[in-house]
């Protein structure tokens, strides 16, 4: 696993950072000073946490707060922050129209469009179709499996784990109910590997 120092040029998007909040909604005021102890978010005249949606925030300090909500609390509120985050994505209709195979293709992409370099610029550029840094916060290769209902692929995202998870069982399942997601045997980010290893089935 790489340190989270080896973030420092990126930043994610205020959005990504709510799914924190969510995911950990029985413990709030925790994960409020959680991340004000990783300087994200400020605090308003009553003392609450404010979190800007489209405002850029330290990618590493993020990780170090879901590494903390991990220690202290488990799996859990990760694999339902992951889950949140899909609640209120917005997928436009050509991509809906592609079913679940299309939305894991453009997933990476996804991905990439809510984390930015130091100076702003966002790691997808829609103008030119074009990665900035492709190798440089990990990817979501996941690809159906021809001929099946099923879609494989890992993820060597900085993410935890159970967050990842999380996060793609919520887009399955925005396009197959049924659907349900299982972690790989073998490797796993939470042994020290480089990547989880994920199926995607539905009926």
């Known amino acids: 696993m790489r340190k989270f120092e080896e973030y420092?040029?990126?930043q994610v998007y205020g959005a990504t950072v709510l799914t924190f909040i969510e995911g950990f909604s029985a413990f709030t005021l925790l994960a409020n000073q959680f991340l004000l102890d990783e300087q994200l978010?400020?605090?308003?005249?009553?003392?609450?946490?404010?979190?800007?949606?489209?405002?850029?925030?330290?990618?590493?300090?993020?990780?170090?707060?879901?590494?903390?909500?991990?220690?202290?609390?488990?799996?859990?509120?990760?694999?339902?922050?992951?889950?949140?985050?899909q609640k209120n994505a917005f997928y436009p209709p050509s991509m809906l129209e592609q079913g679940i195979a299309g939305a894991f293709d453009f997933i990476d992409l996804g991905y990439y469009l809510n984390h930015a370099t130091r100076d702003g610029k966002p790691l997808f550029d829609v103008v030119t179709?074009?990665?900035?840094?492709?190798?440089?916060?990990?990817?979501?290769?996941?690809?159906?499996?021809?001929?099946?209902?099923?879609?494989?692929?890992?993820?060597?995202a900085p993410y935890p784990c159970p967050y990842t998870h999380g996060v793609i069982l919520g887009v399955a399942q925005r396009f197959e109910p049924s659907a349900t997601v299982s972690h790989d045997p073998g490797p796993c980010r939470k042994l020290g590997d480089k990547a989880c290893y994920f199926t995607i089935k539905w009926s």
């Open 41 to 85: 978010g400020t605090t308003d005249g009553a003392g609450g946490l404010v979190i800007e949606k489209e405002k850029l925030y330290p990618m590493s300090n993020l990780l170090r707060a879901f590494a903390r909500l991990g220690k202290e609390f488990g799996d859990l509120p990760l694999y339902r922050a992951g889950l949140t985050i």
């Open 8 to 10: 420092n040029q990126f």
């Open 129 to 156: 179709q074009k990665v900035r840094h492709p190798d440089g916060i990990g990817h979501y290769a996941l690809r159906a499996v021809p001929g099946k209902r099923e879609i494989k692929g890992f993820i060597d």
